[in-house]
């Protein structure tokens, strides 16, 4: 053959070979899945179903996925080798390597590869992946087989007769955390056997309990479905019924479709107490205690009772019950007709009915007097007369009469109260204040008597008092060096020192003083009085300027206005007003010969010098920016998500 046929021959070879190849690497790649080795069993929650059950089962569990591969898992179904259809959404966050791996279908065999399936083998396939290296080749798998409109994890085809279950659930839609949840399931055919009532609350699935199906049916009454927790408002729960027959042989196990259920927080009410009589009543006198029980705006009338129990007046123990009734349309009234004489509080306690959903609450205590107790009148009087400027120590003196009632005097600024409580002695309590701020006040004093049985309480007629606003020659004096008084807004030199005086702090109390532009100090107040030594800074520019000085509810202003000398020293230190410092006026900073310059006051270096810095930095950031781009053009790309085939049944 000569060297021209062999070289032909030897190209169609050549061209047999890679064709072949070609041909082979596509048949291999289309049956690739088809190789995929079993990472072991997928196991189901029931052994059978219909093919449009919804979901197709309740969950499948597998062992951990492979190391590496646990970012990602679904569960999906289709023809031994594939290709396949999501049962489920894809579960995502990561550690499904770390520990078995349980998905919950949220879709029927039927929806999940969108039409009837064809009889014979299918695969149910739990599939791992992993960020950086795909999907795993290999998968968890479980075989079953479609008989008709039928599945079964068996072998072989059974004549067992297909059956359909559905749940109803009381309350729908919503229930109160704690409240009975009712689940009822019917099968159809009717058949023997017992029902799994199931709860899939986020990514737990939690069996609620097997109940045995008579007459076709089923029912289960739960009160712990969990309630929101933390920050939460609402916990969703998706309720299913799964039968499963007495005698396999002769039904099938069906899944209803699921119920979906919101658990919300318990009900809350509020409770308040009313009493037919006013306090005190003498012994014997017959009160009629009702309660009113209302709920959150829109919800229901609450079920339970209500317990009415008393306490000896301002005793946190010795609880006493005095009666209790049932509640009807949101009330609840007892009579109480034998307290003996005393000071009680009183208190009506709500307790839910079990399983109701509803919180307990209670009332405040109502003090209440059983007995004749002596009449008290208390009076009040206010020294020095008003009106005062702000910052004046004023005196409240209470007369309770008779003067021999025990007890004590709450001295009040309208609701305000001003210091303790205090005791009454000979039927006089008193207090002093500075705290009334400038404006129109309502002074009162209330009497609370030791024992209420003996005297009843009483409140003085309201003292009104005007408080003026603070003025100069109130509270503040000013002197200088030679201790004249200075006026109003007076002009100051920088370096001058003045002594300032500012009165009307409460005893001792610190104060702050401020200076502008200066930071805070403290100092003590001297029986309500500062005596502060102000000297005015060298460097305070001409202007106003403010000295505070703030106590914890009284405060003091010094303003005054800031004015050189006219020494011409401009705060350079030199007179000359160039700002170099060295007093030759001529700006170049070496007039004494350590000025450190020589330019003979041209600024042109002092100016260039920072150009050329910024152009050396430019360049700089220009080469940076450079081996940045070179830098993120040899970075690996990170590795994109494989998305999860699906069909536009995927979004179930």
């Known amino acids: 053959m000569s060297r021209l046929g062999f070289a032909r021959v030897a190209a169609a070879a050549v061209l047999t070979l890679s064709t072949s190849a070609i041909v082979s690497g596509l048949v291999l790649t289309v049956s690739g899945p088809a190789q995929a080795a079993s990472l072991g069993e997928v196991t189901l929650s029931q052994t059978s179903g219909t093919v449009t059950d919804t979901p197709m089962f309740a969950s499948a569990t597998t062992a951990k996925c492979p190391t590496g591969y646990g970012e990602n898992a679904n569960l999906r179904i289709g023809r031994p080798g594939g290709p396949y259809s999501n049962l489920a959404v894809a579960l995502g966050g990561g550690g499904y390597d770390q520990a078995p791996v349980t998905i919950n279908p949220n879709r029927s065999f039927s929806t999940a590869i969108g039409g009837a399936p064809a009889a014979g083998e299918w695969w149910v396939v739990m599939e791992c992946y992993s960020l950086t290296e795909g999907r795993n080749a290999d998968e968890f798998r479980t075989p079953v087989l479609v008989c008709g409109n039928t599945w079964t994890t068996q072998t072989t085809c059974s004549s067992a007769t297909a059956t359909a279950t559905t749940l109803t659930v009381s309350p729908t839609g919503s229930a109160y955390a704690g409240a009975p949840v009712t689940l009822t399931a019917v099968v159809t055919p009717q058949a023997a056997g017992t029902m799994l009532f199931r709860r899939t609350t986020g990514t737990e699935t939690v069996d609620l309990g097997t109940v045995a199906v008579t007459a076709g049916q089923a029912a289960l009454t739960t009160s712990e479905l969990p309630g929101p927790a933390g920050s939460e408002t609402e916990k969703a729960h998706r309720l299913t019924a799964t039968f499963q027959p007495a005698d396999p042989a002769a039904f099938l196990t069906s899944t209803s479709a699921p119920a979906d259920l919101t658990v919300v927080p318990a009900g809350t009410v509020t409770v308040t107490l009313a009493i037919d009589k006013t306090s005190p009543q003498p012994p014997g006198t017959a009160l009629a205690l009702t309660a009113t029980v209302a709920p959150r705006a829109g919800d229901d009338q609450p079920a339970g009772s209500v317990?009415?129990?008393?306490?000896?007046?301002?005793?946190?123990?010795?609880?006493?019950?005095?009666?209790?009734?049932?509640?009807?349309?949101?009330?609840?009234?007892?009579?109480?007709?034998?307290?003996?004489?005393?000071?009680?509080?009183?208190?009506?306690?709500?307790?839910?009915?079990?399983?109701?959903?509803?919180?307990?609450?209670?009332?405040?205590?109502?003090?209440?007097?059983?007995?004749?107790?002596?009449?008290?009148?208390?009076?009040?009087?206010?020294?020095?007369?008003?009106?005062?400027?702000?910052?004046?120590?004023?005196?409240?003196?209470?007369?309770?009469?008779?003067?021999?009632?025990?007890?004590?005097?709450?001295?009040?600024?309208?609701?305000?109260?001003?210091?303790?409580?205090?005791?009454?002695?000979?039927?006089?309590?008193?207090?002093?204040?500075?705290?009334?701020?400038?404006?129109?006040?309502?002074?009162?004093?209330?009497?609370?008597?030791?024992?209420?049985?003996?005297?009843?309480?009483?409140?003085?007629?309201?003292?009104?008092?005007?408080?003026?606003?603070?003025?100069?020659?109130?509270?503040?004096?000013?002197?200088?060096?030679?201790?004249?008084?200075?006026?109003?807004?007076?002009?100051?030199?920088?370096?001058?020192?003045?002594?300032?005086?500012?009165?009307?702090?409460?005893?001792?109390?610190?104060?702050?003083?401020?200076?502008?532009?200066?930071?805070?100090?403290?100092?003590?107040?001297?029986?309500?009085?500062?005596?502060?030594?102000?000297?005015?800074?060298a460097d305070a520019p001409d202007g106003a300027a403010r000295l505070t000085l703030a106590g914890a509810a009284h405060q003091v202003v010094f303003d005054f206005t800031v004015v050189g000398d006219g020494d011409g020293d401009d705060g350079d230190g030199d007179g000359d007003g160039d700002g170099d410092g060295d007093g030759d006026g001529n700006g170049d900073g070496d007039g004494s010969g350590d000025g450190g310059g020589s330019g003979g006051g041209s600024q042109l270096p002092r100016t260039g010098l920072p150009l050329i810095g910024i152009g050396l930095t430019g360049l700089t950031l220009v080469g940076a920016g450079s081996g940045a781009v070179l830098v993120s053009r040899r970075r690996r790309p990170e590795p994109a998500p494989v998305p999860w085939p699906d069909d536009e049944f995927g979004a179930d």
């Open 307 to 537: 317990s009415f129990v008393r306490y000896p007046a301002g005793e946190a123990a010795g609880e006493q019950a005095i009666g209790s009734a049932d509640l009807t349309a949101g009330t609840a009234t007892v009579s109480a007709a034998d307290l003996p004489g005393g000071s009680y509080d009183l208190k009506a306690v709500f307790t839910p009915a079990a399983g109701s959903g509803w919180q307990g609450a209670e009332t405040a205590r109502t003090r209440f007097v059983i007995g004749t107790p002596i009449q008290t009148t208390t009076t009040l009087a206010v020294t020095p007369a008003g009106p005062k400027p702000q910052g004046t120590e004023l005196t409240l003196t209470a007369t309770v009469t008779p003067a021999a009632a025990l007890g004590s005097v709450q001295f009040r600024d309208g609701t305000a109260a001003l210091g303790g409580a205090q005791q009454v002695t000979g039927g006089v309590a008193t207090v002093t204040t500075t705290q009334l701020t400038a404006g129109q006040h309502s002074l009162t004093a209330v009497f609370t008597p030791q024992s209420d049985v003996d005297f009843s309480p009483s409140t003085s007629t309201a003292s009104t008092y005007q408080v003026t606003a603070p003025t100069p020659s109130d509270d503040l004096t000013v002197t200088d060096a030679d201790g004249n008084v200075l006026g109003s807004n007076p002009t100051l030199s920088p370096g001058q020192k003045v002594t300032v005086t500012a009165r009307g702090f409460t005893g001792d109390e610190p104060v702050t003083v401020t200076l502008t532009g200066a930071d805070p100090t403290t100092v003590d107040a001297g029986a309500g009085t500062v005596r502060y030594e102000l000297t005015v800074p």
